[in-house]
Nanobody, 115 residues
Framework: QVQLVESGGGLVQPGGSLRLSCAAS????????MGWYRQAPGKQREFIAV???????NYADSVKGRFTISRDNAKNTVYLQMNSLKPEDTAVYYC?????????WGQGTQVTVSS
């Protein structure tokens, strides 16, 4: 089993920034992709960003140019730098990692963008 611990969520004003972190531990053999989803109240969970073990990235159109995903393979950690935050970015953010046997999810961290 792989455990994921997220941190960095909170309350921020519109236009502000936050950096989310997600550290993986446990039965880690070879992590392939790492990424982030989010779920706003009353909505389905949606894809935000992904990064491969080779460093290739992909983003949802709604966050492209504002969010940046990165990873530190030595620390088994994935990050999400969020800039120019908008009220519509308010959601619970979930990280995930994928190994050959499947995908593991974090517990979620709340991000609230409000004045």
């Amino acid at each position: 089993q792989v455990q994921l611990v997220e941190s960095g969520g909170g309350l921020v004003q519109p236009g502000g920034s936050l950096r989310l972190s997600c550290a993986a531990s446990g039965s880690i053999f070879s992590i392939n992709t790492m990424g982030w989803y989010r779920q706003a109240p009353g909505k389905q969970r949606e894809f935000i960003a992904v990064i491969t073990n080779g460093g290739s990235t992909n983003y949802a159109d709604s966050v492209k140019g504002r969010f940046t995903i990165s990873r530190d393979n030595a620390k088994n950690t994935v990050y999400l730098q969020m800039n120019s935050l908008k009220p519509e970015d308010t959601a619970v953010y979930y990280c995930y990692v994928e190994q050959i046997e499947g995908r593991y999810w974090g517990q979620g961290t709340q991000v609230t963008v409000s004045s």
